[in-house]
C-alpha cells in the first residue's frame, strides 16, 4: 500500500491526490520491505558481574630459629686453675687482715695457721709441712735471684711463712676453708673473749704474744709475733673483747 510523500498518509495506489492533505502524487511509495537477511531482533542480555575472590598472598618466609648451642665447659689451663678467685671490699664477707699462728705441741715442735680475719669469722688455715717448705724454697730462690748472699736468703726463708700467707688477702673463704682437711672457722658471734698475754721460752726469753680465744666452740690457744698491726687487727673487729696486758705497749716489728 503507497503512502503520501508528504502526510504519509496511506492512500489509494491509482490516487493522483492524497485524500489526506490534498498533495498530487508524484511517484508510487511503497511500504518498506523488510531486510532479507535481518536476523530476528536478539533479546538485550544483562551483563553479569562476577567476583572474583583476591589470590591468597603467600605469608613472607622466615627464617628458621637458630639452633640451640649448649654450653660447653671452659677448659683452663692448669696455672689458671690453681689461681684463686679475688675477694674484694665489694663482696658480702671482706677480708681485713692475715694473723700467722703458731699452736705450741710438744718437744718444742709448732703447727701453722694463718688466720684469716673476716667480717663474719676467723678462719683458720693450716700450713702443712709441704706448704712451707715450698713456700721457703720459693723466697729462697727468689733472694737469690735478686743476688743477695746466704744471709739474705736466710732472712728471707724467715718471712717466707708471712708472705706466703698473704695469698689468703685474696682468696674467697670458702675456698680457703677447703684447701686443707684441718682448717676451721670460728664465727665472730661466737667469740666471747680474746686474751692476749706476753709468752716467754723456757729461758724467759719472750717468743711473742699468746693469744687465749674463748668462743662458745671451746678454747684455742696460739702464739703469734708482737706487731701492733696485729693488735690492732683484732681490736678493729672484736673491741672490747680483746683483753690486753695491762700497762703493755705494743711493739712494730718490721717482716716485711
Not at 91 to 101: A, L, N, R, T
Not at 142 to 169: C, I, M, N, R, V
Not at 212 to 220: D, F, L, M, V
Amino acid at each position: 500500500m503507497p503512502y503520501c510523500e508528504n502526510c504519509g498518509s496511506q492512500i489509494n495506489p491509482n490516487a493522483k491526490f492524497c485524500g489526506n492533505c490534498g498533495v498530487a502524487r508524484t511517484q508510487t511509495a511503497e511500504a518498506p520491505k523488510p531486510a532479507v537477511n535481518a536476523s530476528p531482533a536478539q533479546p538485550k542480555r544483562e551483563r553479569l558481574s562476577y567476583y572474583s575472590p583476591p589470590l591468597p598472598t603467600a605469608a613472607p618466609m622466615q627464617s628458621p630459629p637458630p639452633p640451640i648451642m649448649q654450653p660447653q665447659p671452659v677448659q683452663y689451663p692448669p696455672q689458671m686453675q690453681a689461681t684463686p678467685m679475688p675477694q674484694t671490699q665489694a663482696g658480702s664477707e671482706p677480708i681485713y687482715g692475715v694473723i700467722v699462728f703458731r699452736r705450741m705441741k710438744s718437744l718444742g715442735r709448732y703447727d701453722t695457721f694463718t688466720g684469716v680475719v673476716t667480717s663474719q669469722r676467723l678462719i683458720f688455715a693450716q700450713m702443712t709441712n709441704e706448704m712451707i717448705k715450698a713456700a721457703a724454697q720459693q723466697a729462697r730462690d727468689q733472694a737469690k735471684a735478686e743476688g743477695k748472699g746466704f744471709f739474705g736468703q736466710w732472712g728471707d726463708q724467715l718471712k717466707a711463712t708471712w708472705l706466703y700467707s698473704q695469698k689468703y688477702l685474696t682468696m674467697p673463704p670458702q675456698m680457703i676453708l677447703a684447701e686443707t682437711p684441718g682448717n676451721f672457722e670460728l664465727y665472730n658471734n661466737t667469740i666471747s673473749e680474746i686474751k692476749v698475754t706476753v709468752d716467754h721460752d723456757q729461758e724467759g726469753q719472750t717468743r711473742g704474744l699468746k693469744v687465749e680465744i674463748r668462743s662458745t666452740a671451746g678454747k684455742y690457744e696460739f702464739i703469734m709475733n708482737e706487731d701492733s698491726n696485729l693488735t690492732n687487727l683484732l681490736k678493729q673487729v672484736y673491741d672490747g673483747r680483746v683483753k690486753m696486758p695491762f700497762g703493755y705497749f705494743n711493739k712494730t716489728i718490721n717482716i716485711r
